[in-house]
């Protein structure tokens, strides 16, 4: 729930959302919801009033989840090269959200229930299971699947064990959903279903990715593209997919570099903010960690003191708590089920310190926060003090300046990227600190204590050439004040 603020970059897995793991059939990575996905109906997400109506096997939920708490440049989609794929399917719509339930599980698996995945000449890539034998996924290349679209069986079957003279039971019919952006093989006669990628619809995650300034693209594997090799007649490896997403993003404005959508003060307080004591196990319904604030300034923060905060669109607006600080949204970027994207990428948090509690220098107080799907760490926060709003140094604003509430001057531990380093203070970190100065060259064990620009700071872990003041709230450096 928290990792992001380690992480450079992420790399989502946004495929393998449906397979032959369960009975139901659907794509192997859909780039939106359209309502109707049968998994998330049987589990009562579309009825449900606290999950919103909100689909989240999909690749757009799956960016939104991360979008709350990262900028869009930071984060890559997953596109698979190849298909999932389920075989004696009932009901659906040419196969898409039927059923397609295995009167026996791979041995191995640990699974007591699960799907008729697809075999032979569909499951070209299969895995073994632990006895041995093939394990039904319906797993293949895609230019393996363009043959079978085509009708053709290649050469390269006999590599797989099958004979040369191998004959295609039934059409592969290629069908497309415009609201997923999924497309699929339709075996009528074998009721086999093979979720698949191709021009269509990679086109339309990359121009996706371009529209909403995200990083680009992470693929699962690159051996699975396709190209024609008009010689033999066949889809062979290739790089027709790659190559068309490098064509659109070659040309695309640069990535989105900021994290909040709306500008946030440039100064901060040192008011830290972190969540905690997640429930764990299958009791963790709805989802009510902690939300722990601690006031590291020298002023108290009165009673009725505000603070905002978003998170993402990929859970509903209705987050709340049990403590009585009155959380509430207050503005949202969508709302309702999430049928073809969800539109905006926060939900704005307004809570309030109760009336008749103020927050002293060093107190902390705990509130039960509350939610219903899960999110990424809530960010871009503001505190209001003396009617002024701030925001928080451990949200690592980019260009933000940490000032002491209530004036204007800068206090020596900046945050966030692109802040600049304050001015030595009169002491340079020497004279009137007990502790010896810093030294860049000299490596320093965990719990060493250092002075470096009037202040006195204490590392948390092993650490050289880290500069005391740079490191921010969630670095080596833990501030112990001036001296």
Known sequence: FQVQKYLDYVNIMSYDLHGAWNEYVGPNASLFDDGKDAELAAAGVYGSAQYGGVGYLNTDWAYHYFRGSMPAGRINIGLPYYTRGHKNVQGGTDGLWGKA?????????????????????????????????????????????????????????????????????????????????????????????????????VGAKADYVVDRGIGGAM????????????????????????????????????????????????????????????????????????????????????????????????????????????????????????????????????????????????????LAFNYYLPVSTPSNWTVTIGGKPYALAGDLARGTTVVTPGTQTPTPTPTGTGSPEPSPSPTGGTGQCA???WDAAASYGGGSTVSHQGHTWKSKWWTQGEKPGTTGEWGVWQDLGAC
């Open 219 to 366: 693929i699962w594997e690159l051996a699975g593209d396709y190209g024609w090799n008009a010689a033999k007649g066949q889809y062979e490896a290739g790089d027709t997919l790659t190559s068309l997403m490098y064509d659109t993003f070659r040309s695309a404005a640069p990535y989105g570099a900021r994290k909040s959508g709306a500008d946030l003060p440039a100064e901060a307080v040192d008011v830290g903010v972190e969540f905690t004591d997640f429930k764990l196990g299958d009791s963790n319904y709805p989802i009510t960690p902690k939300l722990r604030i601690t006031n590291n300034t020298g002023t108290a923060l009165p009673g009725g003191t505000e603070f905002q905060f978003d998170y993402g669109t990929s859970a509903p607006g209705n987050a709340s708590d049990q403590s009585g600080f009155g959380t509430k949204v207050i503005s949202s970027g969508h709302t309702g089920g999430n049928v073809g994207g969800l539109k905006g990428d926060f939900h704005r948090v307004s809570l309030k310190l109760p009336a008749w509690q103020s927050l002293a220098p060093g107190a902390t107080v705990d």
């Open 435 to 437: 502790a010896p100065a």
């Open 101 to 201: 339930s295995a009167s026996s599980c791979p041995a191995g698996s640990g699974l007591a229930k699960c799907g008729d995945g697809a075999v032979g000449i569909d499951n070209l890539w299969h895995d073994l299971d632990t006895g041995g034998k093939e394990s039904p996924a319906g797993s293949n290349p895609m230019w393996h699947a363009k043959n079978l679209e085509k009708g053709i069986v290649g050469d390269y079957v006999t590599d797989y064990g099958f004979p040369a003279d191998t004959k295609l039971t039934g059409t592969y019919a290629r069908k497309y959903d415009a609201t997923l952006v999924a497309p699929w093989l339709w075996n009528a006669e074998k009721k086999v279903f093979l979720s698949t990628e191709d021009e269509q619809s």
